[in-house]
């Protein structure tokens, strides 16, 4: 069964610190891997996503991941985080067979200290 | 603005009663999706459909029940069945089947029990 393992539950950093959240994934097939951000009150927003191509994919704010297929894993990095990025962190992957459902990581709690 | 609407944002359940969770997008997608949210362990899926008229099973449907009658609407009913229905409620689109498509997801509604 596929699956999705996000390593840090909970990170707390402090402004100007640089960001990885680890995400792991298992699946056989060809993936498509995403990471949403769910920011304090609001809904679940896409920050990035992997289909095809260049495994180095940026997203809105500054963020990027790296895919690396022989460790299955989606790593997403900031080099300088901001107290705005504090909210919950979500990796995502579908499978190719999958039409269209997603299968999420357990999250991780971003808390940036001013 | 095209977007999702989840309804209501807060809803209150008693003991042995079903409880109806909207969602409705002008998106013009095809596919809508439920997912529950539970601290610590992410976003788990109940039920989806990528067509009018149809829906398939999701990793945790046992008591909930939903339809699509309307490609605009995916409401979701939690049954008396389901034991442990306290839980945040998200609903996504994408336009198409799924794949080569980021969901979008509503605001969410949050149960709670009396």
Redesign the interface.
Known sequence: AQS?S?HN?HVILSEAASLELGCNYSYGGTV?L?W?VQYPG?????LL?Y?SGDPLVKGIKGFEAEFIKSKFSFNLRKPSVQWSDTAEY?C?V?G?S??????????TTLQVKP | DGGITQSPKYLFRKEGQNVTLSCEQNLNHDAMYWYRQDPGQGLRLIYYSQIVNDFQKGDIAEGYSVSREKKESFPLTVTSAQKNPTAFYLCASTRDRGNNQPQHFGDGTRLSIL
Not at chain 1, 42 to 46: A, P
Not at chain 1, 98 to 107: A, D, E, P, S, V
Request: proline content about 0%; aromatic content about 18%.
């Open positions: 999705v996000q539950h498509n995403f949403y609001q809904h679940l927003q896409l996503k289909f979500f995502a579908r190719s999958n039409t269209g459902k997603l299968i999420f990581g357990q999250g």
